[in-house]
């Protein structure tokens, strides 16, 4: 298996017995390291499996957009790489692979889905790292930079922006940025959905998210320390530093019955994706999705 280069000041994977422990390149803060392992730990299975059977329209509508507008043979950092279920379709493509994630399990698991597809000479480089500090990464050294999940844990704002402007830094003078987000609007919708009695328990902190976005893993155990946004406060972010192309909603109508799409034939799924582009960037159809994804090319100095 590829070395995985390790960017941490305290947890070491030899401790855990897991894992080769590569050369350190920095630090993550304690914050860092309690997302990576959270997902090393209490989410790791569920997140091997998640885009297949929990989220299908999100991995097929992001799969549409990577396809566009990710040329063949680019360079890319993938930040946040999760189990590489994206990495995969960009080796096929062509495309040379930096990939970085803080949970250590979730590298290893996407190193080892392209080694099992005979793509492990596609990866250029495979580290923890957090989104905020990619060092190892040269000035315009990509073509595209992916952060399809780092935005979705880093809890301040300075942090999002220093990710934001990590990613532009790599980019070379052309590059494209491909950012996704969650709505914050779907996520109280699933609080009502599944304890609408708690209503009155949980109101103080219902409305503390309403303001500010921020969950812990006590109140949503699969994803943890978390913040989710505003398409409005999504935009905003991600036009510093890069000129949009889009900003769509991933699953649109869809979003809250996903798995009904697993059961379609396929021409009736791509149908029905074509429908889910069609309105994906209309203001309904981003406020009705969990994710939004966002496509912008760096500005000029």
Known sequence: MLRVQVMRAVRHSEARGRGPLGRRLGSLNDRQLAVGQHYDEAAYEFELTRLELRSPVERAMTRRYLER???????VADVGVGAGHYDELLAERGC?????DVSERLLEAAVARLESCGLSARILDARIASATDLAHLSEASCDVALLLGPLYHLLTLAERQQAVHEARRILKSDGVLIAA????????STEYFGEPERCIEMLEVNRRFIADGILNPELAPTIGHSH????AEFRALCT???EETALVGLESFTGCRQDLWLGLADDVQQAWLDLVEATA???????LSEHFLFVGRRRPE
Request: net charge negative.
């Open 228 to 231: 989710f946004t505003s398409a």
């Open 281 to 287: 960037a209309e203001a309904e159809g981003i406020g």
């Open 69 to 75: 507008f990710v040329p063949e043979g680019s360079i």
């Open 96 to 100: 040379r692979l930096y990939l970085a």
């Open 240 to 242: 510093d530093g890069f």
């Open 181 to 188: 987000a969650c709505n914050r609007m779907v996520a109280m």
